[in-house]
Nanobody
Framework: VQLQASGGGSVQAGGSLRLSCAASGGPLSSYTMVWFRQAPGAERQFVAA????????YYADSVKGRFTISRDLAKNTLYLQMNSLKPEDTGVYYC??????????????????WGQGTEVTVSS
């Protein structure tokens, strides 16, 4: 599976961005797809995840109510709609995917396939 992330940019606090992650190379029905982010000097942090087949979704507490994860089955594309952005949302956002992820859905080491990252900068 290959993942291509896009959609990052620079916005002011309170603004919005939509990230995309195009997947190719395999059926995704058993996959969980996820967004992580990494701020400079910090560890990679779970943001949101979705079970590809059911659409069940999971969010970090820090983004609940502001971010929405979704997927387009026909386009094999994952999205992250980010609203009410804050400076602390700044970082490189990575999409990732793996099959049969169960309880470790928020753990980066559970994911095998990673996109290249797209940078988000939120200024105050």
């Amino acid at each position: 599976v290959q993942l291509q992330a896009s959609g990052g940019g620079s916005v002011q606090a309170g603004g919005s961005l939509r990230l995309s992650c195009a997947a190719s190379g395999g059926p995704l029905s058993s996959y969980t797809m996820v967004w992580f982010r990494q701020a400079p000097g910090a560890e990679r942090q779970f943001v949101a995840a979705v079970r590809w087949s059911t659409g069940s979704h999971y969010y970090a507490d820090s983004v609940k109510g502001r971010f929405t994860i979704s997927r387009d089955l026909a386009k094999n594309t994952l999205y992250l709609q980010m609203n009410s952005l804050k400076p602390e949302d700044t970082g490189v956002y990575y999409c990732a995917a793996s099959a049969n992820v169960l309880s470790s859905i928020r753990v980066s080491s559970a994911y095998i396939y990673w996109g290249q990252g797209t940078e988000v900068t939120v200024s105050s």
